[in-house]
């Protein structure tokens, strides 16, 4: 599965768990023994979704998928919580990490740095404004490859 069928699956699900009261954090596919597995990390939108949560969602989406005959080739689906180290994938996510420490993972470098942790103090439509090491640092959100809130 290539990620242009990734993104196109996307567009199916992404509605589908959100008409269930659910977020799509991510989805990804990785082979594993021989066998192609899609991972979809889902959440509510305040945060904690439960293991009875995730396995309802499973069933759901497998049935839906199955439906609309989505992939056309085997593989196993699996829907978890995506965890203390969830992925920020949008500026939503941002935004609720805002005073929050996040590190962010950097396609072109700013500071020299490919990596900068610091606290989140805004986000627009196109900027995340952190605050590193006493100064503030704009990044554009689309030189951002990946990023998670840090733990301290």
């Not at 009261?21 to 509510?44: H, N, Q, T």
């Not at 950097?106 to 103090?121: D, S, W, Y």
Request: proline share 5%.
């Amino acid at each position: 599965m290539d990620r242009q069928t990734l993104q196109e699956l996307r567009l199916v699900v992404e509605p589908f768990v959100k008409e269930r009261g659910y977020e799509l954090v991510d989805m990804y596919f990785r082979f594993e023994s021989g066998r192609m597995i899609l991972g979809m990390l889902v959440d509510k939108p305040e945060g904690g979704i439960t293991i009875d949560e995730c396995t309802f969602l499973n069933r759901e989406i497998c049935v839906m998928m199955d439906e609309k005959d989505a992939i056309n080739e085997p593989y196993f689906l699996e829907v978890s919580s995506p965890g203390i180290d969830r992925p920020l994938t949008s500026k939503e996510d941002f935004r609720r990490c805002k005073n929050r420490t996040v590190t962010a993972y950097l396609r072109q470098p700013v500071l020299g740095k490919l990596e900068l942790t610091g606290e989140v103090k805004d986000v627009d439509d196109s900027i995340l404004s952190l605050a590193c090491d006493g100064q503030d640092v704009q990044v554009p959100l689309e030189n951002i490859s990946k990023a998670k809130q840090t733990i301290r």
